[in-house]
Nanobody, 120 residues
Framework: VQLQASGGGLVQAGGSLRLSCVAS????????VGWYRQAPGKQRVLVAR???????DYADSVKGRFTISLDNAKNTVYLQMNSLKPEDAAVYYC???????????????WGQGTLVTVSS
């Protein structure tokens, strides 16, 4: 199983980006998804997460501006980011908890990260 993240780039403050993360492999179910970010010199922190069919959870700093969504049919999780601020600049990582044909029980998988740069 692999997760491939994309959609990062350079955007002006106030602009928008949509990140995508697609999972490939023998996936039976997506049990949870999430996006995390890591700014230079800082720890990786939660941005948004959602259990499949459950309520979402957002970091206070992005509430009202970011939206996480899942397309089960495409095995893809999105992060719509609006009203971007310079402090949103970071490498964004997607995470999925997947049940696959090659393992027993759900397991956490991570994408490779996509860089978001916000100019002021």
């Amino acid at each position: 199983v692999q997760l491939q993240a994309s959609g990062g780039g350079l955007v002006q403050a106030g602009g928008s980006l949509r990140l995508s993360c697609v999972a490939s492999g023998s996936i039976l179910s997506i049990d949870a998804v999430g996006w995390y970010r890591q700014a230079p010199g800082k720890q990786r922190v939660l941005v948004a997460r959602a259990p499949s069919g459950g309520s979402t959870d957002y970091a206070d700093s992005v509430k009202g501006r970011f939206t996480i969504s899942l397309d089960n049919a495409k095995n893809t999780v999105y992060l719509q980011m609006n009203s971007l601020k310079p402090e949103d600049a970071a490498v964004y990582y997607c995470m999925m908890v997947l049940t696959t044909t090659s393992q027993f029980g759900p397991r956490e998988y991570w994408g490779q990260g996509t860089l978001v740069t916000v100019s002021s």
